[in-house]
C-alpha cells in the first residue's frame, strides 16, 4: 500500500452531551450542555489546543419525531442552541479552530444564508464553514407552512440552484471595493459591486449581499448525502464531506465514486476532503475499551434502542421487541436509504438483533466505530487513509466533555507521532487547515 505525502484532516462533530444515545446518563457528559455555553467553550478550547481542523455543530429545525415514552427519555432532539448563533459566540473564545455549522436549503431562502455565513466568516476571521443539507427531518416541514416534506430528488434540485445562489452572493463585492475614503467621501468603489440577477427555477434573487466579500473568499462549503442525488450535489458544490461506510472496501467505493464525477463539474478531485464519521472507545487494553463501550450502552433504554434503530433506518419498528431481528422491510425514507442498506448488511453478518444493533451503533448513529488501545485505533485510521478510503476523519466523541477530552489527550498524540496530522496550526482561516484553495470571485 502506498504511503500518503499530504496530512489526514480532522475535525470533531459536537453533538450537546455526546453522540451516544444514552450519553446524557453518564458521568462523563454534561446533562444540560444543549444549552450551556460554558460547556461549550471548554469544549471548542479542547478541541483548539488538539488542532483538529474544526470543529462541526449540526441542525434540525424541529424537535425530533419520535414517540413521547421515547422522547422523554432522551437528551439528543429536544433542546439545544441554534447553531450559527452559537458559533459566533465560539468565535470569540477561540482562535484559530475552523466553525462549521449546519443549515438546511429546504426552510431557508438562499439571502439569508449568504448573509449569515459571511458575517460568521468575518466574525472569526475566516474560520466559517456551511454543512449543507435538505433536511432528513420530516417534521420540519410542519414549521414551515408545508404539510409533507419536499420530495428527495426535487430538493436536491433545489439544493444545487440554491448553493450557485449564495456561492453568487458572496461574490457580491470585489475584495477591495470598500474604501473608507473619508477625504474624498466614498465608502465604496460602484465598480466593484455586482448584483447577482439570479432567475432559477427555484430562485429568484437579485442582490447585491449586505456583507462584503467573505475573508475566504466563500466559506468552506461541506455536504453529508450519501444517495445518489446527494453524491452528486457532493461533487458539483462540496468541499468537505461527511461519509458513513463501515468497512474500507465500501469506503473506497464511495470515495472513487464521487472523486471521478467531480471532473463534469471541471472540479479537481483534491478540491475535496472526504471524511467518515468516527467514534472510538479507548482504553489501556481492548478489553477495557470494550468493557467502556458496555457500560454506556447498557444505559439505554429499549424503548429508545427502539426507536433509535428506526429513525436511523427510516424504519416503522414500533411492533418489533428488542430481541426481534430486523425486519424485511423497505426504509419508508429514502435519504435513508443508503446507511439503512449498511446496517441492514451488517446486521445480517453478525447475526445482530434491534438491540444488537443499538448496543453496537448507539455511540456512532450508525458510522464507524473503532475500539481499543489508541495505537490499535490509530493503526486502522491510518489504514483506510492509505488506501483512499477517506481524506481524514470527523470524530464523534460518545460523551462530552469526557470521551473528546480522551481523544484530545491520547489519540492525537498518537497520530501526531507518526506523522499522520500535523501539530499544531500552519495558517490561520479553515482553508488553510483543510489546504483548500480560496476561490476567485466569478467577477473577477
Known sequence: MDQRKEKMHIGAFFKNTGHHIAAWRSPDSQPDAGINLKHYVACAQTAERAGFDFLFYADSAATREAHIDSLHRSSQYTAYFEPTTLLASLATATERIGLVATQTTSYNEPYNIARRFASLDHLSAGRAGWNVVTSGNDAEALNFGRDEHYEHDERYLRAQEFVEVVKGLWDSWDDDAFLYDRAGGRFFDPQKMHRLNHVGKYFKVRGPLNVPRPPQGHPVIFQAGISEAG???????????????????????????????????????????????????????????????????????????????GTLLGLDLSDCDVDDKLPDRESKTRSKAGIANSVKAMAERENLTIRGIYMKLAGSHGKLTLRGTPVEIADTMAQWFHAHACDGFIMQPSTMPGNLDEIAETLVPELQNRGLIRVGYEGATLRDHMELKRPRSRWA
Request: aromatic letters at 6%.
Open 231 to 309: 453524491r452528486e450535489l457532493a461533487a458539483a458544490t462540496a468541499e468537505g464531506v461527511f461519509s458513513g461506510e463501515l468497512t474500507i472496501e465500501r469506503s473506497q467505493a464511495h470515495y472513487s465514486d464521487i472523486k471521478k464525477r467531480m471532473a463534469k463539474y471541471d472540479r479537481a478531485p483534491d478540491e475535496l476532503r472526504i471524511l467518515p464519521g468516527l467514534t472510538i472507545f479507548c482504553g489501556k487494553t481492548a478489553a477495557e475499551a470494550r468493557d467502556r463501550e458496555r457500560e454506556l450502552a447498557e444505559l439505554i433504554h429499549p424503548v429508545v434502542g427502539r426507536e433509535y434503530v
